[in-house]
């Protein structure tokens, strides 16, 4: 099995910065993808970025391109999340995900993913 907590949600005001932490327990040699996701009230999870762990490659969500940048260290199990010129839209409830198939590595839907954290909070004021 695997764990994921994430860490670092906040408040903010627009244009500000946020950095979270998905640490990642458990049978961590088996997990190949992580991805964040997001849920604001009354609105499905979407998809924000995924990380394919084997080689670095990324996936990011239009929205958030070039204001968000994720990372993974192996070493630390740990994936991060650092944004930037944060929106009003940005506020929602921020998910660490993990798979580990060895295809959609970095998939941005959802049902790929099996594990899950309990989110953190991403409020952004204006």
């Keep these: 099995q695997v764990q994921l907590v994430e ?3 906040g408040s903010v005001q627009a244009g500000g910065s946020l950095r979270l932490s998905c ?11 992580m991805a964040w996701f997001r849920q604001a ?6 998809g924000v970025v995924a990380i394919y762990t084997g080689n670095g ?14 990372s993974h260290v192996h070493a630390k199990n740990t994936a991060s999340l650092q944004m930037t010129s944060l929106k009003p839209e940005d506020d929602a409830i921020y998910y660490c995900a993990a798979h580990r198939s060895t295809s ?5 839907d959802a049902d790929d993913y099996y594990f899950w954290g309990q989110g953190t909070q991403v ?4």
């Design 7 to 9: 860490s670092g949600g």
């Design 57 to 70: 490659d990324t996936n990011y969500a239009d929205s958030v391109k070039g204001r968000f940048t994720i």
């Design 123 to 126: 409020t952004v004021f204006s």
């Design 41 to 46: 009230p009354g609105k499905e999870r979407e």
């Design 23 to 33: 640490s990642v327990s458990g049978d961590t040699s088996s997990v190949y993808s």
């Design 104 to 108: 959609r590595v970095v998939s941005l």
